[in-house]
């Protein structure tokens, strides 16, 4: 079961929104090689990479925020660290118990959801807030 980024996710900033569609296709990726078996160095290797992906991205988007004084600022704050979190539990889940089928469906609830909600609900305010100012 693949994540799809469509355009009703779209923000608005063009840089948000290519980030994005970054974080899908690694999600992707590593939904991808758990499904096929791959081995545990390569899913391990897919891991590390979306968790340094997504840290960055979250950086470039609070950068953003921060210089147009978005007043959702401290809400994203919180809610990008709470992802980094529970990101850091699932690649520790991986690291002790390699790949689950708990492991497959936590990724595939967990952070296919909250990616989904996250840009849906909170990300897109960021563009609107933006247009508003003009
Ligand atoms: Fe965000």
Known sequence: MAIQWTENLAVGVDMIDNQHKGIFSRV???L?????GKGRDEVGKVITFLADYVVK????EEEI???????G??????????FIRDFSV?????ETSGVTSHLVIQVQQKLCNWLTNHIGNEDKKIGAFL???G
């Open 57 to 60: 991205h979250f950086r470039s």
């Open 90 to 94: 699932l690649k520790k889940e991986f």
């Open 131 to 133: 247009k508003m100012k």
């Open 32 to 36: 991808n090689a758990m499904a096929q």
């Open 73 to 82: 600022y401290p809400s994203q704050k919180e809610e990008h660290a709470q």
């Open 65 to 71: 925020m921060i210089k147009n004084n978005f007043d």
């Open 28 to 30: 992707n990726n590593l």
